[in-house]
């Protein structure tokens, strides 16, 4: 699976876990049914280590359980279609915050508008 795949999965199976009033666990989840914001807002109140999803790509990543290393990343940046130098870290992981944030939403996910600009 992909790795962007992997992200979906993990929020959704997250929702699932959570206890989505319309939704049992064993029932699929679609992107469309699912508030990003809330279900990685919850996920933060669970962990011990203060990780900021909404503007960290690696936090973002490390709060769905999911490989955040430099070479994930730059296979997520392949994945995604990212046109910049993959060496410079910092600002690929900026663009892979917005453009994971910008796939959520058009695959149907909630996110905040303030984390699609």
Aim: proline share 1%; no cysteine.
């Amino acid at each position: 699976m992909s790795i962007f795949g992997n992200i979906v999965s993990a929020i959704t199976g997250a929702t699932k876990t959570a206890g989505a009033a319309t939704t049992s666990a064993s029932e699929s989840v679609s992107m469309a049914q699912v508030d990003v914001d809330a279900v990685l807002t919850k996920l933060t109140t669970q962990q011990s280590e203060k990780l900021d999803w909404r503007t960290s790509i690696v936090d973002l990543m490390k709060l769905l359980k999911l490989d955040s290393s430099l070479r994930a990343r730059k296979q997520l940046a392949q994945e995604l279609g990212y046109t910049g130098n993959i060496n410079d870290s910092a600002a690929m992981n900026v663009w892979l915050h917005k453009q994971v944030m910008q796939k959520l939403a058009q695959s149907g996910g909630r996110v905040p508008n303030a984390l699609l600009h």
